[in-house]
């Protein structure tokens, strides 16, 4: 094997030089170069030695630069499925490919040895989370208790029927609030939401969602059909802030957990007409997904509850 030729300002490294010589000229360079904080240093370094061990024992020997620079875009994969194998997650592999990438940089710049894999250029994306729903009843205690320490009997109403439509028909909190009287449709008509990038869908109502609707409707203190349909304490339009706030003193009172939020009412709403037999593209269509595979993480949900009852649940589990 043979070191790649130097770039412009390169010094090529002897084709024999240990490559854990070349990780600590690195290291040192993020030091006194680069200015990199201490505990970059010690991360990369470890991360290092972990990759240059994989190596070794990868290639029967201690490598060398001649063997960083024949390193190819298999070998790297290998590396990350192994660290994969014993339970690392993306994120962490993403910091560790990271570590590499700035190593084979600094390579490049002083010893001419390319980047073996710019496929690899792209770090690994972290699994997003899965939603987390809210039980049937803790939902339904949002929606039902929220208006309890209002201050007046109308922000009770009020409050009880912004839940409910983020509940009972999973809007989005930004989507709830931009609604204007005039949006309120008739009797037994389904209501026509803007979602992100102003596209529109129909989104039906329940009965008992419409009916907190009207109740607030009818109380409330602006008459024109573009006033906002959720006001403020000074009868602007009701501010997000304002009701994620009011919702964490709430569950942080009634014992809820933290994921009782506007967003996790919304989580709530999809998951339990997943669990109740809904198809996703229905679900999909109600919640304004541009695409199915963000649907789809609730059937991940689904599958995670069910494998955990059954852990509780099976003699043998």
């Given at each position: ?137 803790d939902a339904k205690s949002v929606v039902t208790a929220i208006g ?170």
């Amino acid at each position: 094997m043979s070191v790649s030729p130097p770039s412009t300002d390169a010094a090529p490294a002897a084709a024999d030089t240990p490559a854990e010589d070349l990780r600590a000229a690195f290291l040192a360079y993020l030091a006194s170069e680069r200015r990199a904080a201490p505990k970059t240093i010690i991360t990369y370094g470890g991360d290092l030695a972990e990759f240059l061990g994989f190596l070794t024992a990868h290639l029967g020997a201690e490598p060398t630069a001649a063997d960083l620079a024949a390193l190819t875009l298999t070998d790297l994969r290998s590396h990350l499925a192994r660290i994969a194998t014993n339970g690392v997650g993306n994120a962490t592999r993403a910091k560790k490919l990271a570590a590499i990438r700035s190593f084979y940089r600094y390579l490049h710049l002083r010893h001419g040895i390319a980047n073996p894999a710019p496929g690899l250029s792209l770090t690994p994306r972290a699994r997003k989370p899965l939603p987390r729903a809210l039980t049937t009843p803790d939902a339904k205690s949002v929606v039902t208790a929220i208006g309890d320490d209002a201050a007046t009997t109308a922000l009770a109403i009020r409050d009880t029927a912004l839940m409910a439509l983020l509940y009972g028909a999973g809007l989005r909190i930004d989507e709830a609030l931009s609604l204007n009287i005039a949006d309120l449709p008739p009797d037994a008509t389904p209501l026509i939401v803007r979602g992100k990038g102003g596209k529109q869908r129909i989104v039906p109502l329940l009965a008992t969602v419409r009916e907190a609707l009207v109740a607030w409707r009818r109380i409330h203190p602006a008459a024109a059909p573009q006033s906002p349909l959720f006001l403020g304490a000074r009868g602007a339009r009701l501010n997000a802030g304002v009701v994620q706030r009011h919702l964490r003193n709430f569950r942080r009172a009634n014992g809820l957990p933290e994921h009782a939020t506007p967003h996790g009412l919304r989580h709530s709403f999809a998951t339990h007409l997943l669990a109740a037999g809904a198809d996703l593209r229905s679900i999909q269509e109600l919640l304004g997904h541009a695409s199915l595979s963000t649907t789809q993480r609730y059937t991940d949900i689904d599958t995670a509850q069910l494998i955990s009852v059954w852990q509780k649940s099976h003699p043998r589990a």
